[in-house]
């Protein structure tokens, strides 16, 4: 009949092992939600800069045609002052033809800009799509990682759970719950050995009427420090634990 505290012992081994396999799954959910969210977010990115570029292209056409209709407007313009004969008349249409030069310019000039943020915005956009490619393999990969984790772990997590449950069973309630409680509050490590004289959890020395209360392993004693439950080996059995 094994004693409250080694019971206590074996049932820590149980919880720390289920405690790191579910912290691995979480883990993985978590990396996949991150991954997730960064895939949305960059493919929200990446489709404003379509838009972005749809529009910079269909003005950089505008402006295009815009200068076609212009320089076809001016050359017709120059072949007819060649058959005017009135002054008046050939003074108006050098003043077109002026114009029209002015219009070309201005016209040039701003299908330049644009052309500058086509560019600019398709460097964007493909670094965009890039980054985005990158994101969603990084995120498939890390969803089938952990579809490879639950399915390993899932049934060691469910078995162990069992034993967890049969365990308790022997285990009087209000020993449990301080026992749980030390094992949230204390990082997992609720139960710890007394070697030598010394509480392996904060590594003080307990004081030697307690070890001797510990070696009797009637009942349950906590470190005067650290307040974690001491467990004491007979020394031929220290080395194998
Ligand atoms: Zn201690």
């Known amino acids: 009949m094994p004693t409250k505290i080694e019971v206590l012992a074996t ?18 959910e978590g990396r996949v939600a991150a991954l997730e969210e960064a895939v949305s977010a960059q493919t929200a990115a990446a489709s404003a800069a379509r838009v972005e570029l749809a529009a910079l292209g269909a003005r950089q056409r505008d402006l295009e045609g815009r200068l076609a209709a212009a320089e076809a407007k001016m050359k017709d313009r120059r072949m007819r002052i060649t058959r005017i004969r009135n002054d008046k008349e050939l003074g108006l249409a050098r003043r077109e033809v002026d114009l029209l030069k002015e219009e070309i310019g201005t016209l040039e000039t701003e299908l330049m800009a644009v052309m500058e943020q086509v560019e600019g915005a398709t460097a964007k956009l493909s670094g965009l799509a890039a980054e985005l490619a990158r994101l969603a393999a990084e995120r498939d990969r890390e969803a089938s990682e ?11 997590i ?17 020993l449990r719950r301080k026992y749980e409680m030390i094992f ?11 070697r030598g004289g010394i509480c392996q959890g904060c590594r003080m020395r307990v004081p030697p009427q307690l070890f001797n209360q510990i070696q009797r392993n009637a009942e349950v004693i906590l470190c005067p420090s650290c307040q974690r439950m001491l467990f004491w080996r007979a020394e031929g059995e220290e080395a194998s634990g």
């Not at 149980?14 to 396999?21: E, G, T």
């Not at 949230?184 to 007394?194: D, K, N």
């Open 11 to 28: 049932l820590q081994l149980v919880d720390q092992s289920l405690r790191a396999k579910t912290r691995t799954v979480a883990e993985g």
């Open 146 to 156: 952990l579809r490879e984790t639950l399915a390993r772990l899932s049934t060691e």
């Open 158 to 174: 469910e078995r162990e759970r069992a034993t967890r449950s049969e365990l308790v069973q022997t285990i009087d309630g209000d």
């Open 184 to 194: 949230s509050r204390r990082g997992g490590l609720a139960v710890v050995e007394v």
